[in-house]
């Protein structure tokens, strides 16, 4: 006799018997369902940039979790933003009234950059770091000395890219202990790669550039959170790199002398704040040669300004 | 006459009052084998202790120091092997243990290739080194993988010495009973030539000798060696045989010689290049002693 229910549509069936709850069950389940939303929101906006708008996000992407697909893995302009896409903005629009979860700094706005030449390699970043539409500060190092002779460029997520290049320090010294010799830098991005690797996945942000000098010459590796690691002769990292690309690739020469060197990647950096809202301050430059690497100089960037616009008046 | 028990009392007094931090490591197997070291009739109708469960149980708290002590003692009951480093060479020798007549030769090989540049010889107990050989073949892979180097020969000694060291200081296993021998040359061209102990210790050599009459070997080794010895590669190989010639028994047939030179891999030496280079030496033996004869006779 139970079969015949199946010849009706469930709806009916359902409607037939109504389940009645009390108040106190719906209040409950109220309750739970704010406490929950909250819950997930506060996790969401912790994770999320909504207010770096920077051009890294391409927010009519669906949901993508961790890896990215179809797009190169060489996006480098957009790869310390991209791997937790859950960037929708609206969700977070007017009911959102957690204000410390966003003020949290990302340096996804920024522009950082390393080319290797002749004499050894080039590093030059900027200083600045937003949140949002607000400048949290213009003297930022974003260049961390991991040794005497390794440098590590700092884009995306500061905490992350300070962190775990002070471990890959710590690491550095004690496979130095122990072999009697230097850490490649093959060898010392492999290990940070190899770190953020077990990582990946958990909302870790960095975007850094391995640079040094070892024993088979000058070494430069772009190693980002989601376990890119790349062996490269020019690397731009941030929201300004496009501009900075420009300015290097016009201009990169294998002969290039050191100070010719030195202001290329000035002007290059100088031309993606020009541009780049999210990127200004000052411009720090580091050249990594056979002794090590040695701090060139560290330029306010409307100094730097009136110093290439005087000429064209 | 203590009683049975009373015997057993003090011995596990003796245990108790122990200050060594080793004596919670060890296993219920050792305590039990101290108990039942203690009933023992001697001749003389004394109640005595059988002198190596004595030992066992006044030492025990240092038994993992004898336990190397005993693989040391398995090594040195192992067929030699002889490893030297001339310049651009490094050459490894082995006595060939005598296979039976339905035995495959092929199988039984001390000699063994740890990466292209890197090989080892071992004396002592077979087993353990295929278990040692293993791990190092796997980590000279690891460190390829995670530095983009190959291995320095000083690395990769000094991994298999911490493995064996590792198993002199922990519970319910017993050290690795084998020396090895490891020879290579470094990225940079270097060659090297280390030895490595069951304790866990490496030491860096020129020559060196391991196994069954390994003294009489470096002795030989400490005359010969001098540096025209060594000055081109066959002078190194030839000084390796000779050395072996020293201790084995029927010449050249009992010897297995293994090969590196610079930027090459290892190469065996098949047996009919020993047998000219033996006779090569025996020819120059024969040469030098005519010279003496003359020499007193004039």
């Given at each position: 006799m139970k079969c015949y229910r199946l010849f009706i549509p469930y709806s009916r069936w359902r409607d037939a018997h109504p389940i009645v709850h009390s108040q106190k069950y719906h209040r409950r389940r109220r309750v739970c369902r704010l406490i929950s939303k909250t819950l997930s929101k506060m996790a969401l906006s912790s994770v999320l940039q909504s207010e770096s708008a920077d051009f890294s996000f391409n927010n009519d992407r669906s949901f993508s979790f961790g890896c990215r697909f179809g797009q190169t893995d060489l996006g480098f302009g957009a790869a310390p933003g991209d791997r937790l896409n859950f960037a929708i903005k609206a969700s977070l629009g007017p009911d959102d009234k957690d204000g410390p979860e966003r003020k949290i700094e990302f340096l996804h706005g920024t522009t950082t950059l390393a080319f290797k030449f002749q004499h050894g390699v080039i590093v030059a970043v900027d200083s600045r770091a937003t949140a949002g539409a607000y400048i949290a500060s213009q003297t930022v190092k974003k260049v961390i000395e991991i040794n005497p002779y390794l440098l590590g460029t700092m884009a995306g997520g500061a905490a992350d890219c300070s962190f775990w290049e002070r471990l890959l320090a710590r690491q550095c010294r004690v496979y130095e202990l122990r072999n009697k010799e230097r850490i490649s830098v093959a060898a010392a991005s492999k290990l940070l790669a190899n770190m953020v690797y077990q990582y990946k996945g958990m909302g870790l942000s960095m975007g850094t550039m391995v640079c040094g000098w070892d024993k088979r010459g000058p070494g430069l590796y772009y190693v980002d959170s989601e376990g890119n690691r790349v062996c490269g002769d020019l690397f731009a990292v941030g929201s300004g790199s496009m501009y900075a690309y420009g300015v290097v690739d016009s201009g990169l020469r294998q002969d290039l002398s050191v100070e010719e060197a030195c202001e290329l990647g000035r002007r290059a950096i100088y031309q993606a704040t020009y541009r780049d809202a999210y990127s200004g301050g000052q411009v720090n430059l580091y050249h990594v040669h056979s002794e090590g690497w040695t701090r060139v100089s560290q330029e306010d960037v409307l100094k730097l300004h009136h110093q290439y616009q005087e000429p064209k008046k | 006459m203590f009683s049975l028990w009373q015997k057993c009392v003090r011995v596990n007094q003796h245990l108790r009052h122990c200050p060594s931090p080793w004596t919670h490591t060890h296993s219920r197997e050792q305590r039990l084998h101290v108990l039942i070291g203690v009933c023992y009739r001697g001749q003389t109708g004394r109640w005595a202790i059988n002198k190596l469960q004595k030992r066992t149980c006044m030492t025990v708290w240092n038994q993992k120091a004898h336990q190397v002590e005993y693989a040391q003692e398995a090594v040195k009951k192992g067929s030699t092997a002889v490893g030297i480093r001339g310049k651009d060479i490094v050459v490894l020798g082995v006595e060939k243990k005598s296979v039976?007549?339905?035995?495959?030769?092929?199988?039984?090989?001390?000699i063994c290739a740890l990466d292209e540049h890197v090989c080892m010889a071992f004396a002592g107990l077979t087993a353990d080194a295929r278990i040692v050989i293993n791990r190092a073949r796997v980590e000279c892979q690891s460190h390829r993988l995670t530095v983009e180097d190959p291995v320095t020969v000083e690395y990769i000694t000094r991994h298999i010495a911490t493995l064996k060291q590792r198993y002199t200081q922990s519970n319910g296993r017993r050290p690795f009973g084998i020396s090895a021998l490891i020879v290579g040359f470094d990225y940079d061209g270097t060659p090297r030539l280390y030895q490595t102990d069951p304790s866990g210790t490496y030491h860096a050599w020129k020559a060196n000798a391991i196994g069954r009459s390994a003294k009489t070997v470096r002795e030989f080794l400490e005359k010969n060696y001098t540096d025209e010895a060594i000055a081109t590669d066959n002078e190194a190989i030839k000084l390796a045989i000779k050395a072996l010639l020293e201790v084995v028994?029927?010449?050249?047939?009992n010897i297995d010689l293994a090969v590196i030179r610079r930027n090459q891999p290892l190469k065996l030496l098949e047996s009919k290049e020993i047998e000219t280079l033996v006779a090569e030496i025996e020819k120059e033996k024969e040469d030098e002693a005519e010279k003496k004869k003359q020499k007193k006779s004039t």
């Amino acid at each position: 006799m139970k079969c015949y229910r199946l010849f009706i549509p469930y709806s009916r069936w359902r409607d037939a018997h109504p389940i009645v709850h009390s108040q106190k069950y719906h209040r409950r389940r109220r309750v739970c369902r704010l406490i929950s939303k909250t819950l997930s929101k506060m996790a969401l906006s912790s994770v999320l940039q909504s207010e770096s708008a920077d051009f890294s996000f391409n927010n009519d992407r669906s949901f993508s979790f961790g890896c990215r697909f179809g797009q190169t893995d060489l996006g480098f302009g957009a790869a310390p933003g991209d791997r937790l896409n859950f960037a929708i903005k609206a969700s977070l629009g007017p009911d959102d009234k957690d204000g410390p979860e966003r003020k949290i700094e990302f340096l996804h706005g920024t522009t950082t950059l390393a080319f290797k030449f002749q004499h050894g390699v080039i590093v030059a970043v900027d200083s600045r770091a937003t949140a949002g539409a607000y400048i949290a500060s213009q003297t930022v190092k974003k260049v961390i000395e991991i040794n005497p002779y390794l440098l590590g460029t700092m884009a995306g997520g500061a905490a992350d890219c300070s962190f775990w290049e002070r471990l890959l320090a710590r690491q550095c010294r004690v496979y130095e202990l122990r072999n009697k010799e230097r850490i490649s830098v093959a060898a010392a991005s492999k290990l940070l790669a190899n770190m953020v690797y077990q990582y990946k996945g958990m909302g870790l942000s960095m975007g850094t550039m391995v640079c040094g000098w070892d024993k088979r010459g000058p070494g430069l590796y772009y190693v980002d959170s989601e376990g890119n690691r790349v062996c490269g002769d020019l690397f731009a990292v941030g929201s300004g790199s496009m501009y900075a690309y420009g300015v290097v690739d016009s201009g990169l020469r294998q002969d290039l002398s050191v100070e010719e060197a030195c202001e290329l990647g000035r002007r290059a950096i100088y031309q993606a704040t020009y541009r780049d809202a999210y990127s200004g301050g000052q411009v720090n430059l580091y050249h990594v040669h056979s002794e090590g690497w040695t701090r060139v100089s560290q330029e306010d960037v409307l100094k730097l300004h009136h110093q290439y616009q005087e000429p064209k008046k | 006459m203590f009683s049975l028990w009373q015997k057993c009392v003090r011995v596990n007094q003796h245990l108790r009052h122990c200050p060594s931090p080793w004596t919670h490591t060890h296993s219920r197997e050792q305590r039990l084998h101290v108990l039942i070291g203690v009933c023992y009739r001697g001749q003389t109708g004394r109640w005595a202790i059988n002198k190596l469960q004595k030992r066992t149980c006044m030492t025990v708290w240092n038994q993992k120091a004898h336990q190397v002590e005993y693989a040391q003692e398995a090594v040195k009951k192992g067929s030699t092997a002889v490893g030297i480093r001339g310049k651009d060479i490094v050459v490894l020798g082995v006595e060939k243990k005598s296979v039976a007549k339905l035995q495959e030769e092929r199988t039984v090989r001390k000699i063994c290739a740890l990466d292209e540049h890197v090989c080892m010889a071992f004396a002592g107990l077979t087993a353990d080194a295929r278990i040692v050989i293993n791990r190092a073949r796997v980590e000279c892979q690891s460190h390829r993988l995670t530095v983009e180097d190959p291995v320095t020969v000083e690395y990769i000694t000094r991994h298999i010495a911490t493995l064996k060291q590792r198993y002199t200081q922990s519970n319910g296993r017993r050290p690795f009973g084998i020396s090895a021998l490891i020879v290579g040359f470094d990225y940079d061209g270097t060659p090297r030539l280390y030895q490595t102990d069951p304790s866990g210790t490496y030491h860096a050599w020129k020559a060196n000798a391991i196994g069954r009459s390994a003294k009489t070997v470096r002795e030989f080794l400490e005359k010969n060696y001098t540096d025209e010895a060594i000055a081109t590669d066959n002078e190194a190989i030839k000084l390796a045989i000779k050395a072996l010639l020293e201790v084995v028994q029927s010449g050249g047939k009992n010897i297995d010689l293994a090969v590196i030179r610079r930027n090459q891999p290892l190469k065996l030496l098949e047996s009919k290049e020993i047998e000219t280079l033996v006779a090569e030496i025996e020819k120059e033996k024969e040469d030098e002693a005519e010279k003496k004869k003359q020499k007193k006779s004039t």
